[in-house]
């Protein structure tokens, strides 16, 4: 995820305290890369992995999907190809502008900070938003997940238990502990490796679904 050499030093600086990086700190990183290094140029192949795993327990993710720190919209989406009525949220300009470009109007997009949103949803799909966080923003940010799902309401994720550089961000966190953050508000319904991820990312990666309680 981490981007190119010359832009390492931003990944450094910008920390906002609980909330972690600010959107200072993502915009000069699309404003010095056209492409920044966690973007896959297309949607993760993780996505249809965990739908699988949903449709398996029995559950329906849908109708209203979010997609929090959206990025360039690819998993948006192909979330919205596949019929759920998708927001994607980001609150760095340049990434909804590249996600409007790429997608136009096939998604909701909106700028908005994930912690202070009020709109909720019956399902979120996470992938790499939640490990762009800093550790000591993962209880506020587990805290925001909750309260904008619907009671029952899916949080459906994919983490990184391994980065090549633990400085971060991305900031890897082991299955274990992100139970520990999340069962005060969800019933944890898998929690297991990923079977499917991109070759760039494989044997790094796990899954979660969880249930808001
Ligand atoms: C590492 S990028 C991942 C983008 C996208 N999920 C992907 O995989 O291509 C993290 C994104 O989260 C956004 N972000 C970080 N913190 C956020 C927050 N508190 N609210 C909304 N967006 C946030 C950043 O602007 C950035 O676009």
Request: contains cysteine; hydrophobic residues 40%; glycine residues 10%.
């Amino acid at each position: 995820m981490r981007g190119t050499r010359s832009s390492r030093s931003l990944w450094q600086a910008g920390l906002h305290g609980h909330t972690g990086h600010g959107p200072a700190f993502w915009q000069a990183i699309y404003d010095a890369e056209t492409r920044p290094g966690w973007d896959m140029d297309g949607p993760t192949p993780l996505l249809n992995e965990l739908l699988d795993m949903v449709r398996t327990l029995g559950l329906d993710p849908g109708p209203e999907l979010a997609v929090p720190g959206c990025g360039f919209g690819h998993d948006a989406a192909e979330l919205a190809r596949k019929g759920f009525r998708v927001t994607g949220v980001d609150f760095t300009e340049a990434a909804l502008e590249g996600a409007r470009t790429r997608y136009g109007d096939l998604v909701t997009w909106r700028r908005e900070d994930w912690f202070e949103g009020a709109t909720t949803f019956d399902a979120l799909f996470d992938d790499t938003c939640f490990v762009a966080m800093p550790p000591e923003a993962r209880p506020a940010y587990v805290a925001a997940c909750a309260r904008r799902l619907r009671p029952g309401g899916l949080w459906l994720g994919a983490f990184f238990h391994t980065v090549k550089d633990p400085s971060g961000p991305p900031y890897p966190i082991a299955p274990e502990s992100l139970r520990g953050l999340a069962e005060k508000d969800f019933q944890i319904l898998h929690l297991a490796p990923a079977e499917h991820s991109h070759p760039r990312r494989a044997g790094r990666e796990f899954l979660l679904v969880a249930r808001r309680n």
